[in-house]
């Protein structure tokens, strides 16, 4: 789950983080009671989506040479016209794709002076298993860029998790950060800090870009993106409130409420694929035969019938989807309960795609049998590659 920017600040500011004044915007109502409470002169509108590049974003509805999704306002009235051409405009950047974002909420945010800008994400390190603070001089920079053109400007700590963030390790990133003065000392109490949240909130990612040096010496979180592993949800209700659904993909959401692990794409073969793994291969000799999946779906090893055919329904409800692809290992799941599954949500819902369906493991030849004699016009595959082939024939005729 990822919440905005507002709502991490606020997280980062109830565990003690130096964090700017700011107030949220939902409305155009909401803007003088929103400056008011900020001292001014210098205001930042920042448009609130899940997706990164919002200042370089564009708007939509905005002439080509309009201001991003993140600017500066010298005044009220800056302010207030900021808000009337961002709120409910639909702002593209490079992660949201060609098709954008509609931009529901802004966040009016008291300005900074900026002496430098800085890089820094607390994450799980794969290869060490560890949580790690990732550092980098180069702040408020696409970080991939950095990694592609100078990596030797970005420096991984590990966190030892049997003794949390030591002062060793706080010296470590003040080093990387070349930090001196203020700054080293508002270090000391705000990458402690930071390590904290991550691990207490059972975050996947915190990333601060840029956190500042600001002119008169001290840090401050200039931006915060937060996501939280879903698997810790029970957890935490407190997150739950954070939720927008308004920027979740709608069949997204529907698979959740049956706990189906389901991604959109944008290709157009949608894959009922039971196991992550099997998922991925399938998604993979899809591509093999030059086609692209539209999603990706693992309806698990225990599913039931009423799983499977939320499962198709979700599939069948997006318009790019122009055959379907059934790929079962029954190993814990069973062939017979997935046919049956295909079979009642193809007569909820009707088939107006080719479907090829390839099972094989437990009670495979019931699951042959309940799809032979449901009347369903459906192609039988061998083995995944005959599969593969068979549904890439099909949409491309």
Do not use: W
Not at 318 to 341: S, T, W, Y
Request: proline share 4%; hydrophobic share 45%; glycine share 10%.
């Amino acid at each position: 789950m990822n919440i905005h920017e507002y709502q991490a600040k606020a997280l980062l500011k109830e565990y003690g983080a130096p964090v700017a004044a700011g107030v949220p915007i939902m409305t155009e109502a909401d803007v003088d009671a929103a400056i008011d409470a900020l001292p001014g002169p210098l205001y930042v509108v920042k448009s609130q989506i899940h997706a990164g590049g919002r200042g370089k974003g564009k708007f939509k509805e905005l002439p080509e040479d309009a201001k991003g999704g993140v600017r500066l306002a010298f005044n009220p009235d800056e302010v207030r016209s900021h808000v009337k051409e961002m709120l409910g405009n639909t702002l593209v950047t490079k992660q949201t794709g060609p098709a954008g974002k509609q931009v529901n909420r802004l966040y009016l945010e008291d300005g900074a002076d900026i002496d430098r800008e800085l890089y820094l994400s607390v994450l799980v390190d794969r290869e060490t298993g560890m949580v790690s603070f990732v550092a980098s001089t180069e702040g408020g920079m696409d970080i991939e860029a950095v990694a592609e053109e100078t990596p030797d400007l970005i420096h991984t700590i590990g966190i030892d998790p049997a003794t949390g963030c030591t002062p060793a390790d706080v010296a470590k990133l003040v080093s990387a950060f070349k930090l001196d003065g203020d700054a080293a000392k508002d270090a000391e109490n705000l990458f402690p800090i930071l390590y904290n949240a991550f691990v207490e909130k059972d975050m996947s990612l915190l990333e601060v870009n840029p956190l500042i040096v600001m002119k008169d010496g001290h840090l401050r979180v200039l931006d915060a993106k937060m996501s939280f592993d879903g698997n810790a949800e029970f957890r935490h209700p407190e997150l739950q409130e954070l939720r927008d659904l308004s920027e979740e993909d709608e069949k997204e959401i529907e698979a959740s409420k049956y706990d189906l692990a389901y991604i959109a794409l944008d290709g157009d073969i949608g894959c009922m694929v039971n196991g992550a793994g099997l998922a991925m291969a399938t998604m993979d000799i899809i591509k093999l035969y030059g086609a692209e999946p539209a999603n990706f779906l693992d309806v698990g090893g225990g599913a039931t019938v009423e799983k499977v055919t939320a499962a198709f329904k979700i599939i069948t409800s997006d318009p790019n989807v122009k055959g379907i692809l059934v790929n079962i290992f029954g190993g814990i799941m069973r062939c017979d309960v997935i046919a049956e599954g295909v079979v009642t949500a193809v007569k909820d819902v009707g088939l107006k795609v080719p479907l090829v369906v390839r099972l094989e493991g437990t009670k495979v030849e019931e699951g042959k049998k309940i799809i032979n004699e449901s009347g369903l016009d459906v192609v039988a595959a061998d083995d995944l590659d005959d599969a593969a082939q068979k549904i890439v024939k099909a949409v491309k005729g």
